[in-house]
């Protein structure tokens, strides 16, 4: 096989790869984590979370839990009769598709009374077509700078395999 032939697959190796290691893991609260009398939308605010990311939430197994829930059952903080909660304490929730997302605990008022609810959009997976870069101004938690490097790092491995392709 030839150089350029080399270069070019792995171009479109690094070319598919690159989305998944742009994905952000948020921990839910940052150090506050999921627990009582905490603002997550004022957390949320700011953020940008796309298809791809992951929502960890972590609290004691037990205490909490976290229920996936519509519009209508986060207004009024109460899951489905058949809903199936998280409960390991510790529990990851990769955003699968665009648009509103919302999220409680289950336990009694701690949605209603306590704060424990989380209201999000997400935006399409970067680079998709419908996609398109919003500046927003944030102050990088520790969930997020972990991601940083791996970003970065993942445009340098695009721009080196194109620049190979380019000259070879």
């Given amino acids: 096989m030839a150089p350029s032939e080399i270069l070019f697959i792995i171009a479109v190796v690094t070319l598919f790869a690159v989305p998944s290691s742009l994905a952000t893991e948020f921990v839910v609260g940052d150090d506050k984590e999921w627990s009582l009398d905490f603002d997550y939308q004022g957390w949320a605010a700011g953020k940008e979370f796309r298809v791809g990311d992951k929502l960890v939430f972590k ?49 009694a008022r701690h949605c209603t009374a306590r704060n424990m609810k989380l209201n999000i959009t997400v935006l399409s997976q970067v680079g998709s077509p419908s996609s398109a870069p919003t500046p927003t101004p944030s102050t990088s938690s520790s969930s997020e700078k972990g991601n940083a490097a791996s970003k970065f790092y993942g445009w340098i491995a695009v721009m080196v395999s194109f620049v190979g392709v380019v000259l070879v």
């Fill in 59 to 107: 609290y004691t197994s037990g205490v909490h839990n976290v229920f996936r829930v519509n519009g209508t059952e986060f207004q009024q903080c109460q899951a489905a009769d058949n809903a199936v909660p998280l409960t390991t304490g510790n529990d990851v929730i990769t955003l699968a598709t665009p648009g509103r997302k919302w999220y409680i605990c289950g336990v």
